[in-house]
């Protein structure tokens, strides 16, 4: 009796350690990949965004600035897991006015686009832009969004205007500093509530 007790047990503990063994051999076979995009261009970002886009990544993060062999980029990091699919679309915003980011900020809002990131740097003809980059997921019911643009040189009024938004039910949602071309350097943020 207890040498078939303890063949069972044994045969219980190969049956577990076998399963953890190909689990965590599925997990590595499902790993995540990486894709990183750069660029000087605002739309080569957009139409490379979406090129992977529809290889399956998602947007996952964004920052301009002096890179050691492109200069002046804009990079972009996207991911996927085995076996995504492409459902996701990409919009870049570029603007040195912030009245002008509002305004399209609002309209992409308007056509599913929703607020993923946003950074400064320094393009090939615009000069130093914000820079925002919005998603829309093409498997998803859209939803009502608006967006409030507060752009403010100094830190004081900054803490008043996101005091207002707040109070009408907007959050915070990105911050930049960024040298735009009516205001000089000014701290740049956007906000959102749903409809």
């Not at 990091?77 to 679309?89: K, Q």
């Not at 912030?98 to 320094?122: H, I």
């Amino acid at each position: 009796m207890r040498s078939i007790r303890a063949t069972l047990i044994v045969a219980a503990l190969i049956g577990v350690v076998a399963s953890e063994s190909a689990a965590q051999a599925q997990t590595a076979a499902v790993g995540i990949e990486y894709r990183v995009i750069a660029t000087n261009k605002t739309s080569t970002m957009e139409k490379e965004l979406n090129e992977a886009a529809e290889a399956g990544f998602r947007f996952d993060a964004v920052m301009g600035g002096e890179t050691a062999f492109g200069g002046s980029e804009v990079v972009v990091v996207a991911s996927r897991a085995a076996g995504s699919r492409g459902r996701y679309a990409y919009k870049l915003l570029a603007t040195s006015k912030t009245s002008t980011m509002q305004k399209e900020l609002q309209d992409s809002a308007d056509a599913g686009f929703e607020y993923r990131g946003q950074t400064v740097f320094k393009t090939t003809f615009g000069g130093v832009e914000v820079v925002c980059i919005l998603e829309r997921d093409g498997s998803a019911e859209r939803q009502g969004v608006d967006y409030r643009l507060v752009a403010t040189s100094r830190t004081s009024t900054l803490q008043k205007e996101l005091s207002e938004v707040g109070a009408a039910g907007y959050q915070i949602v990105g911050l930049t500093v960024a040298k735009t071309a009516i205001g000089g350097a000014e701290l740049v943020a956007i906000a959102r509530r749903a409809r």
